[in-house]
């Protein structure tokens, strides 16, 4: 490992703490936003966009939890290898190469296939959720039941949702995640980027995550 950085889970966001300030290390974000200023990350240099879609980054901050200045989306992986290290707190750039399966990435961001009993999802991993989720709320007649939590998305605002306790199969590995089951809303925004489930960093801090964004590789060391 030749670079690496130092990250905290804040209010279940990856982050990473900069002279400019606070950034989101969001690899659920096709784009990274922020004022319109380049920031120098892991040896590269990342423009901040202002706007996503009809979206922008000045809305999207006023919806956070807490105060950052701007959020790194995939587009400034696009050539690296990367180690998620979350257990120690680091997220480093990787000079070997990833062992792991390829699955096409949705607009950079990396998916696993996984499985909860029967059903095989598609799932992306996303550092800028703190919860996991489920599209198909079926699937929680295969878990246990956790009641209700409050949760909040950059683009849909603060919301309650079910959650639920499922255990999941990734490869021949067993893990045991808590899913919110998915609003209407977010149900048509996973519809529309076909992807059955979100795994958050409350996943990532159970397994060492390394992802090479270049070749669509991800490789998963599990407890």
Not at 3 to 30: K, M
Request: proline residues 3%; negative net charge; charged residues 20%.
């Amino acid at each position: 490992m030749s670079q690496s950085i130092e990250v905290q889970v804040v209010e279940g966001i990856l982050c990473a703490d900069f002279n400019e300030g606070r950034l989101i290390i969001d690899t659920g974000s096709p784009v990274s936003l922020g004022p319109d200023t380049t920031i120098q990350l892991l040896g590269c240099a990342v423009q901040l966009n202002s706007t996503i879609g009809n979206y922008a980054w000045a809305q999207i901050q006023e919806s956070l939890p807490f105060d950052a200045v701007g959020l790194i989306g995939v587009d400034a992986f696009s050539e690296s290898s990367l180690g998620f290290d979350l257990t120690n707190d680091t997220l480093a750039l990787l000079e070997m190469p990833v062992e792991g399966n390829h699955e096409p990435f949705i607009m950079g961001s990396p998916v696993i296939r996984c499985q909860i009993a029967e059903e095989n999802l598609l799932a992306v991993l996303d550092t800028g959720a703190g919860l996991s989720y489920l599209r198909d709320v079926g699937l929680a007649t295969f878990g246990k039941s956790l009641g209700r939590t409050r949760d909040f998305h950059p683009m849909l605002g603060e919301f309650e949702v079910e959650t639920v306790e499922c255990s999941v199969m990734v490869g021949d590995q067993s893990m045991t995640e808590v899913f919110g089951l998915a609003t209407k809303d977010l149900q048509r925004l996973m519809q529309m980027a076909k992807i059955d489930a979100i795994l958050g960093t409350s996943w990532f801090q159970k397994t060492v995550v390394e992802i090479d964004f270049k070749n669509e590789l991800v490789g998963l060391t599990i407890d």
